[in-house]
C-alpha cells in the first residue's frame, strides 16, 4: 500500500480550479478533483452545485480516503477497510466508523456531478470483492489517454479484442505481439509492447496468468458498456448474473457461460451438479465460494500476533 501522502504534491501543482476550459477532458476532471479535496479550505465542496440527491456530510476522513482511492485506482474489499479505518484514524479518531457502504454512498453522493464514482465489483476468479474509482463520463478506452500514448491505448484495444474472441477469455502475450505491427500511432517494437504490456498488468487493466492475458476486474467495472457496445457479437454473459463474462467455465452441451464465483455459489448445496439451462451433467471442477470470514481470519491471526508484540514493548 502507498503512502497516503504519495500524490498530493503532484496534484497540488495544477491549475487552478474554475480556470479550464470547458469541457474539461477526463484527466482534467480527475484533475480538478484532486484540487478540491485539498483546497477544501477554501470552500470547495460547499461551493458545487447539487441539486438531484441529497449530499452526504463530507470530512478529512472522506476527502482523505478518496484521494487514496484516486492513487490506487482499484482495491480489494479488505485494504478498502483497512483504508478507511486508516483515514478515520488520521483525521477523526473518536468518531465512529461508517458502515463501509454508507461511507462509500456519502462520498458518491460528492462525485456525482462529476460523474465519477466509487464501483463494488467482483474479481471473476474467485468472486473477492473490489471496488474502483470509475469514470462514468466514458466507458471507452480513451479513459486511459491520461497514462497511456495512442500506440499503447491500440494495443490495449487489439488485446482487449483477443480476449473477447477468445473462447477462454485469455489472449497469449504472443498472438498479442503479433499484431504490433497494425498498430495506430507511433511504431513499437515487439520488446516494447511487452513493456507496455506489463504496465497494463500493473496498472490493474489486465492480469497475467502463465503469459496469457485477461481483463482485470477494474477494466470489467470500467469498460463493461463499452465491451457489450463494441462487441455485441462476440460478448459473452453470465447465465447466472447476466453480467459480461470474459472468463467462466460453459456448458458442453447447450454452450451456456457461468462466471466462477456464479458457479460456485449456484452448486453450493447440490451434491450433482447439473446445467441451468439443459439439465445435463456439468463436468467442470466447482470452484470453492470466496469465504471473507475465512480471510478475516487469517488477517486475524497477524493481527493478533501484532497486538501481542506492541504489549510486551510497553
Ligand atoms: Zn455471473
Ligand atoms: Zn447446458
Not at 487552478?16 to 465542496?45: D, K, M, N, T
Not at 477468445?166 to 497469449?172: K, L, Q
Not at 448445496?269 to 470470514?293: A, G, L, M, T
Amino acid at each position: 500500500m502507498g503512502e497516503p501522502h504519495s500524490r498530493s504534491s503532484r496534484l497540488g501543482g495544477g491549475p487552478e480550479p474554475g480556470c479550464r476550459p470547458s469541457p474539461p477532458s477526463q484527466f482534467e476532471l480527475f484533475f480538478s478533483v484532486g484540487l478540491v479535496i485539498w483546497e477544501e479550505g477554501a470552500g470547495g465542496w460547499s461551493n458545487m452545485q447539487c441539486s438531484t440527491r441529497r449530499m452526504g456530510i463530507i470530512t478529512d476522513v472522506h476527502r482523505r480516503f478518496l484521494q487514496l482511492m484516486m492513487t490506487h485506482g482499484v482495491l480489494e474489499e479488505q485494504d478498502v477497510t483497512r483504508l478507511q479505518k486508516h483515514c478515520y484514524k488520521v483525521h477523526d479518531r473518536n468518531a465512529t466508523v461508517e458502515k463501509l457502504e454508507d461511507f462509500i454512498n456519502n462520498i458518491n453522493s460528492v462525485l456525482e456531478p462529476l460523474y465519477i464514482e466509487v464501483k463494488k465489483g467482483v474479481t471473476e476468479d474467485d468472486g473477492r470483492p473490489i471496488y474502483a474509482l470509475v469514470n462514468l463520463a466514458t466507458s471507452s478506452v480513451s479513459k486511459m489517454a491520461s497514462d497511456f500514448a495512442e500506440n499503447e491505448l491500440d494495443l490495449f484495444r487489439k488485446a482487449l479484442e483477443l480476449i473477447i474472441d477468445s473462447d477462454s477469455g485469455f489472449a497469449s502475450s504472443t498472438n498479442i505481439l503479433n499484431l504490433v505491427d497494425q498498430l495506430k500511432g507511433k511504431k513499437m517494437r515487439k520488446k516494447e509492447a511487452e513493456q507496455v504490456l506489463q504496465k497494463f498488468v500493473q496498472n490493474k487493466w489486465l492480469i497475467e496468468k502463465e503469459g496469457e492475458f485477461t481483463l482485470h476486474g477494474r477494466a470489467i467495472l470500467e469498460m463493461g458498456q463499452y465491451i457489450r457496445e463494441t462487441y455485441p457479437d462476440a460478448v459473452k454473459m453470465c447465465n447466472i448474473c447476466h453480467g459480461l463474462l470474459i472468463q467462466g467455465q460453459s456448458c458442453e452441451t447447450c454452450g451456456i457461460r457461468m462466471h466462477l464465483p456464479c458457479v460456485a455459489k449456484y452448486f453450493q448445496s447440490v451434491s450433482e451438479p447439473r446445467c441451468p439451462h439443459c439439465n445435463d451433467y456439468w463436468p467442470h471442477e466447482i470452484p470453492e465460494v470466496f469465504n471473507p470470514e475465512k480471510e478475516r481470519e487469517a488477517a486475524g491471526v497477524s493481527k493478533a500476533n501484532r497486538k501481542s508484540l506492541r504489549s510486551r514493548q510497553h
